[in-house]
């Protein structure tokens, strides 16, 4: 299995022979992918019982000004 570095490099490699109308399809096919990680990330924040309603929760705090500065709480930081 190639590295994460060699593999961009092989693909680096094949874009570089292909006409632009394949390029296109190659395009298309990375935005695919791109958006199907997004939505399978949102699913799994989204599966996290309760963080729609911390995060809302921490939003409302935003709001009011209610924040309090990390280094209070992590000196050790």
Known sequence: MLNSSDTREQIYR???????ERLVVVLDFL???????SSDATAELLAIPGLLAELDAAEQEADADELTDWR????DV
């Open 14 to 20: 094949y874009v570089e022979q292909l006409s632009q």
């Open 72 to 75: 209070v709480l992590r000196n």
């Open 31 to 37: 935005s695919y992918l791109v958006e199907r990680d």
